[in-house]
């Protein structure tokens, strides 16, 4: 079973920065779809950002200029940079995994981020 762990979450003022890390125990991880998703109260779960195997990344409107992912894929470990944050980035974030031959996907536990205005 792939264990997700994320970590980076925590509480910070509009117009600042945060770093989400991910850590993944799959072995495939280096040819593994990765996407970060966050979840506001009382919301959906939203796609935020994706990245594949070949460093091709996607982003959500809301925050494409803002966020950037990346991975690394010696460490198994999947980061998004948060800059420039609103009020309205405040959700918990979830990184996920999907496996490149049995298309599962698998969850991380979350990070709470909380943006201050």
């Known amino acids: 079973q792939v264990q997700l762990v994320e970590s980076g979450g925590g509480l910070v003022q509009a117009g600042g920065s945060l770093r989400l890390s991910c850590v993944a125990s799959?072995?495939?991880?280096?040819?593994?779809?990765l996407d970060w998703y966050r979840q506001a109260p009382g919301k959906q779960r939203d796609l935020v950002a994706s990245i594949n195997s070949g460093g091709g990344t996607t982003y959500a409107d809301s925050v494409k200029g803002r966020f950037t992912i990346s991975r690394d894929n010696a460490k198994k470990t999947v980061y998004l940079q948060m800059n420039s944050l609103k009020p309205e980035d405040t959700a918990v974030y979830y990184c996920?995994?999907?496996?490149?031959?049995?298309?599962?996907?698998?969850w991380g536990q979350g990070t709470h981020v909380t943006v201050s205005s």
């Open positions: 799959e072995r495939t991880f280096s040819i593994s779809a």
């Open positions: 996920s995994l999907t496996n490149f031959f049995s298309g599962l996907r698998s």
